[in-house]
């Protein structure tokens, strides 16, 4: 777990990539799911906004097949940096991303919404942002999930990540985009009351309701794989 809490510390010396104003070429996608529908007005007490803005705010939702996560305990929302720890095939990539943005509004349209944004720090395999929102609809009482994504491979990927990128990148993204809509539905509308997130000390290791990965053990950890690279060989210790 030390090791750990030196990875995620560490974030705080990584700059932003996402730049959006001095480079072109982003793709940008609109993924939206419905949660399903409360009584019209403001979100319901423990009702279906509330509790997907609660798996949203701790960032409890991602697939932990695909992707799971680790922040500081006492870090504020705004300006937290997230270790962000995706499995793929024998390898877990390590990189970094930092909530930029908190977003609490209602919009003209009659939506209610809440949700962050996270850019993404050197290090990283794409550069970019994501923006997480819960709505609701006040006057129909329907809520949805929504992610919007503006991203990029980072140009210095290496042959050999470009080319795994170029094969299995954009299917693997897209899976995550569809599996989160996915986790957020039964986590907030059929997962019972009393949601919790792991670890202990100053350590949160999200999603909370992951169980141990037995391949874990057998996979390499690539940290940071796009600057300063370097396997990590596997370790039962070091999350």
Same mark, same amino acid.
């Given at each position: 777990?030390?090791?750990?809490?030196?990875?995620?510390?560490?974030?705080?010396?990584?700059?932003?990539?996402?730049?959006?104003?001095?480079?072109?070429?982003?793709?940008?996608?609109?993924?939206?799911?419905?949660?399903?529908?409360?009584?019209?007005?403001?979100?319901?007490?423990?009702?279906?906004?509330?509790?997907?803005?609660?798996?949203?705010?701790?960032?409890?939702f991602?697939?932990?097949e695909?992707l799971?996560?680790?922040?500081? +305990?006492?870090?504020?929302?705004? %300006?937290?940096?997230?270790? /962000?720890? =995706? !499995?793929?095939?024998? #390898? $877990? @990539?390590?990189m970094?991303?930092?909530?930029?943005?908190?977003?609490?509004?209602?919009?003209?349209?009659?939506?209610?919404?809440?949700g962050?944004?996270?850019?993404?720090?050197?290090?990283?395999?794409?550069?970019?942002?994501?923006?997480?929102?819960?709505?609701?609809?006040?006057?129909?009482?329907?809520?949805e999930?929504?992610?919007?994504?503006?991203?990029?491979?980072?140009? +210095?990927l290496?042959?050999?990540? %470009?080319?795994?990128?170029? /094969?299995? =990148? !954009?299917?693997?993204? #897209? $899976? @995550?985009?569809?599996?989160?809509?996915?986790?957020?539905?039964?986590?907030?509308?059929?997962e019972?009351?009393?949601?919790?997130?792991?670890?202990?000390?100053?350590?949160?290791?999200?999603?909370?309701?992951?169980?141990?990965?037995?391949?874990?053990?057998?996979?390499?950890?690539?940290?940071?794989?796009?600057?300063?690279?370097?396997?990590l060989?596997?370790?039962?210790?070091?999350?």
């Open positions: 777990m030390n090791g750990l809490l030196a990875v995620v510390e560490g974030l705080r010396e990584r700059a932003v990539t996402d730049d959006p104003e001095a480079e072109a070429g982003w793709t940008v996608d609109e993924h939206v799911h419905e949660l399903g529908t409360e009584r019209p007005g403001e979100p319901v007490p423990d009702g279906i906004w509330e509790r997907a803005t609660a798996l949203v705010r701790d960032y409890d991602t697939p932990p695909l799971r996560a680790a922040y500081l +305990r006492d870090s504020e929302l705004l %300006g937290r940096d997230i270790l /962000l720890d =995706g !499995r793929f095939g024998p #390898l $877990r @990539f390590l970094g991303v930092r909530i930029t943005e908190v977003v609490d509004r209602a919009d003209e349209d009659g939506w209610r919404i809440w962050w944004a996270y850019a993404t720090l050197d290090g990283h395999l794409q550069r970019g942002q994501v923006l997480y929102r819960v709505a609701k609809h006040r006057a129909s009482g329907r809520v999930f929504r992610a919007s994504v503006r991203w990029k491979p980072d140009p +210095r290496g042959p050999v990540f %470009g080319l795994g990128w170029g /094969l299995f =990148g !954009r299917r693997s993204q #897209l $899976r @995550f985009y569809r599996r989160i809509g996915e986790r957020v539905r039964e986590r907030a509308v059929l019972p009351p009393g949601r919790r997130t792991s670890g202990t000390g100053p350590l949160v290791l999200v999603p909370g309701d992951a169980r141990p990965d037995p391949w874990d053990h057998a996979r390499l950890r690539v940290a940071h794989p796009v600057r300063g690279r370097r396997l060989p596997p370790a039962a210790d070091r999350t």
